[in-house]
């Protein structure tokens, strides 16, 4: 089985402040993580992914994340925030050796908001 | 625009009527995914399309629901006898793997299903 969990509902910054959306994994194997970002009448849009190598992944928009396998966890990072990267934050997870092929399973979400 | 398309984009219909929603992939994407986003939740996992073979279906699918991609190219799930518990964002996502690889989802802007 695979799950993933969002702790933070909501996540305010001020805008130039670092930002952290954190996300916690479980997998029987290894992980395939990602992390997605949706706006308002929009829909899902790909951030970054960790699928092996390097623990620190830079993705889209300044985002990066890390990996931390010990922790299980796999947080969002940005080092400014900006009023636009305010939005609805998905982390997703799925078991590489899983017999699923298909299947990622998604966290309940981040709402992010960065106030000027 | 050559991302994932949706239609319809919003329906409406009575408890008890059959709806069915169609999906059309990035084109070279040879998987295709149905989730179910309700509010305040993330996407469920529905069902997993390699090309044309409907490899995995979550036990949320239930024999109501179906889904079919009948030449690995667009998709179409369908609702018989709907509920108003099936009221809720219908999303679709493509991507592009093979083997035992698995890469970041598009998705599509999502048809939003309401039951009366």
């Known amino acids: 089985a695979q799950s993933v969990a969002q702790p933070e509902d909501q996540v305010n910054v001020a805008e130039g402040n670092p930002l952290t959306v954190k996300c916690t994994y479980s997998?029987?194997?290894?992980?395939?993580l990602f992390w997605y970002v949706q706006y308002p009448n929009r829909g899902l849009q790909f951030l970054l992914k960790y699928i092996t190598g390097d623990n620190l992944v830079k993705g889209s928009y300044g985002f990066e994340a890390e990996f931390n396998k010990s922790q299980t966890s796999f947080h969002l990072k940005k080092p400014s925030a900006l009023v636009s990267d305010s939005a609805l934050y998905f982390c997703?997870?799925?078991?590489?050796?899983?017999?699923?092929?298909?299947?990622?399973?998604f966290g309940d979400g981040t709402t992010l908001t960065v106030k000027p | 625009d050559t991302g994932v398309s949706q239609n319809p984009r919003h329906k409406i219909t009575k408890r008890g009527q059959n709806v069915t929603f169609r999906c059309d992939p990035i084109?070279?994407?040879?998987?295709l995914y149905w989730y179910r986003q309700t509010l305040g939740q993330g996407p469920e996992f529905l069902t997993y399309f390699q090309n044309e073979a409907q490899l995995e279906k979550s036990r949320l699918l239930s024999d109501r629901f179906s889904a079919e991609r009948p030449k690995g190219s667009f998709s179409t799930l369908e609702i018989q006898r709907t509920e108003q518990g099936d009221s809720a964002m219908y999303l679709c996502?493509?991507?592009?793997?093979?083997?035992?690889?698995?890469?970041?989802?598009?998705f599509g802007p999502g048809t939003r299903l309401t039951v009366l």
């Open positions: 084109s070279e994407h040879n998987r």
């Open positions: 997703a997870v799925r078991d590489m050796g899983g017999t699923n092929a298909g299947k990622s399973t």
């Open positions: 996502a493509s991507s592009l793997g093979h083997g035992g690889s698995y890469n970041e989802q598009f």
């Open positions: 997998v029987s194997g290894n992980p395939y």
